[in-house]
C-alpha cells in the first residue's frame, strides 16, 4: 500500500531526496491538507519538501487516479453508458451511468431508461417518472475503452415527448422527404466563456477589474492574451477521440472566451455532436475547476458577447445557380424573422446591439462578407455563384436542436405568400 509523506502530526515527515518511484500528490488534495495544518497552527514550512505517494514493495498505488484509469476490458466485457440529457432549463446538461453488458455499436442495441423528472423541473413530484430514448452515441474520452456517452431525448410513461424534448420536433422535420432530397449541412461555431470558480469572473481577469481593450486577444499567442488554451485543447483532442465532428478552435475577441467548430454534419446529426460536445467541455471544465458559461453577454458594456452562428447549405445552394437558391432563402428567413430571434436563445437581446459584429435584434439584414448583417453571404459562394449562408443571429446557449430545423423548415418547407415575397425581396433588394 502507499505511504503518503504530508506535515501532519500523527505522521512523520521525511523528505524524499531521489523520488523516482513517485509521483506528485493531486494539487487539491495538497491545498486541502495545507489548509489544515495552517488553521492548526502547525505548519511552519512549505517549501522544503514535496508530497509523494510513494510505491510499496508489492508495486502497487493506493491512489484515486489509478482507480479512474484502471482498465477493465481485459477483465470483462462489461461497459459503462452515461445517459446524457437535456434538463428543464433547456440548457442545461445531465447525466447518469448504467452497465451495459457488451460493447454496442447504435442506440437501437440500448435500453430505455428513466430518471427523476421532478429533480431537473421536467415532471411534477406525483408523477416523476421520465422515460429516457438513447438516440446517439459517442466514445467516452473520460473512461476510455469500450465506454460510451449515450445523447438521449425524455418522454412520458406514454411516449409523448415532454416540452422541453426539442429532439423529436426536429426529426420530424429532417425525416421530411422535402429535407432529405436536400440534404442540409451544418457547421455550427459554438463560443463559450471560461469563468474563475469563485467569483464567477472571466478566467485571466484581474478580480473586480479588467483587461486591456479588446484587440490583441482574438487568436492571440502569449499569457497576457490567451487564457484557457489547456482546456480548449483538451476539448479539442477529447471531442476527436469521442467521434464528435469538430472541425477547428480558436481564441476568441474577448479574453477568457473561445470557439470550436463543428460541421459540416448533415441533418440532426449536427444538433447531436452539438449537445456532446457541450456535455464534454463542461466535464472538463468541471475536472479542471473552471465554470463554463454559454450566456450570450456575460460581461456587459464594450465587449464581444458569445454566438453559435450557424452555417448552412443545402443540395440546391451547393449547385451551379445555387446563389439564387440562397437569395430565396434569405428572402424566407427574412419574412419569419421575429419567429427565428424567438427560438434562438435566452438573453440574446442583450447580444444583438448592432454593436461587435451583430445586427441589431430588430431589424433584419443580410450582406456579403458583412458580420454586422444577420445573414452574411461569404466572397467565395458569391463569386462562385453557389455555397452557403452564414446565420450570425443565434445565441451561445440555443438550442442546435431548434436552430438547425427552424432553418430547414423555414427555406426548405415553408412558402410565402407571393405578396409578401414581393414586399420582402424589394425590400431587401433581392432580385428573386
Known amino acids: 500500500m502507499a505511504q503518503i509523506l504530508a506535515p501532519i502530526t500523527q505522521c512523520q515527515l521525511r523528505i524524499a531526496k531521489n523520488p523516482v518511484n513517485a509521483s506528485p500528490m493531486a494539487a487539491k488534495t495538497w491545498r486541502s491538507l495545507m489548509l489544515r495544518q495552517k488553521k492548526s497552527g502547525n505548519l511552519k ?63 437501437s442495441e440500448l435500453p430505455k431508461w428513466n430518471y427523476d423528472g421532478s429533480s431537473t423541473g421536467q415532471a411534477p413530484g406525483e408523477d416523476s417518472e421520465v422515460i429516457l430514448y438513447p438516440q446517439a452515441i459517442f466514445k467516452d474520452p473520460f473512461r476510455g475503452g469500450n465506454n460510451i456517452l449515450v445523447i438521449c431525448d425524455s418522454y412520458t410513461p406514454a411516449g409523448e415527448p415532454i416540452p422541453t424534448n426539442k429532439r423529436a420536433r426536429a426529426a420530424e422535420i429532417f425525416s421530411s422527404q422535402k429535407v432529405i432530397n436536400e440534404v442540409p449541412w451544418y457547421g455550427i461555431e459554438q463560443e463559450y466563456t471560461l469563468l474563475q470558480t469563485n467569483v464567477k469572473w472571466p478566467l485571466g481577469w484581474p478580480v473586480g477589474g479588467y483587461p486591456g481593450p479588446q484587440g490583441p486577444y482574438y487568436c492571440g499567442v502569449g499569457a497576457d492574451k490567451s487564457f484557457g488554451r489547456d482546456i480548449s485543447d483538451a476539448h479539442y483532442k477529447a471531442c476527436l477521440y469521442a467521434g464528435i465532428n469538430i472541425s477547428g478552435t480558436n481564441g476568441e475577441v474577448m479574453p477568457g472566451q473561445w470557439e470550436y467548430q463543428v460541421g459540416p454534419s448533415v441533418g440532426i446529426e449536427a444538433a447531436d455532436h452539438i449537445w456532446c460536445s457541450r456535455y464534454i467541455l463542461e466535464r472538463i471544465t468541471e475536472q479542471i475547476g473552471v465554470v463554463l458559461t454559454l450566456d450570450p453577454k456575460p460581461i456587459e458594456g464594450d465587449w464581444n458577447g458569445a454566438g453559435c452562428h450557424t452555417n448552412y447549405s443545402t443540395k440546391s445552394m451547393r ?43 430588430n431589424t433584419f439584414s443580410w450582406g456579403v462578407a458583412n458580420r454586422g448583417c444577420s445573414i452574411r453571404v461569404g466572397r467565395d459562394t458569391e463569386k462562385q455563384g453557389k455555397g452557403y449562408l452564414e446565420d450570425r443571429r443565434p445565441a451561445s446557449n440555443m ?9 430547414a423548415e423555414t427555406t426548405i418547407l415553408w412558402e410565402p405568400t407571393l405578396e409578401a415575397e414581393a414586399l420582402a425581396a424589394q425590400k431587401l433588394a433581392l432580385k428573386v
Open 319 to 361: 449547385e451551379e445557380g445555387g446563389f439564387e437558391v440562397i437569395k430565396k432563402a434569405i428572402l424566407n428567413l427574412s419574412l419569419r424573422h421575429q419567429e427565428h430571434i424567438s427560438a434562438y436563445g435566452e438573453g440574446n437581446e442583450r447580444r444583438l446591439t448592432g454593436k461587435h459584429e451583430t445586427a441589431n435584434i
Open 399 to 407: 438550442d442546435p436542436y431548434v436552430v438547425t430545423s427552424l432553418l
Open 45 to 107: 514550512s512549505s517549501s522544503k519538501f514535496r508530497v509523494f505517494a510513494l510505491k510499496a514493495e508489492n508495486n502497487t498505488i493506493n491512489r484515486l487516479e489509478d482507480l479512474l484509469n484502471l482498465d477493465v476490458t481485459p477483465y470483462t466485457d462489461k461497459i459503462i453508458a452515461e445517459y446524457i440529457w437535456i434538463g428543464g432549463s433547456g440548457t442545461d446538461l445531465r447525466s447518469k451511468s448504467r452497465t451495459i453488458s457488451k460493447p454496442v455499436e447504435h442506440p
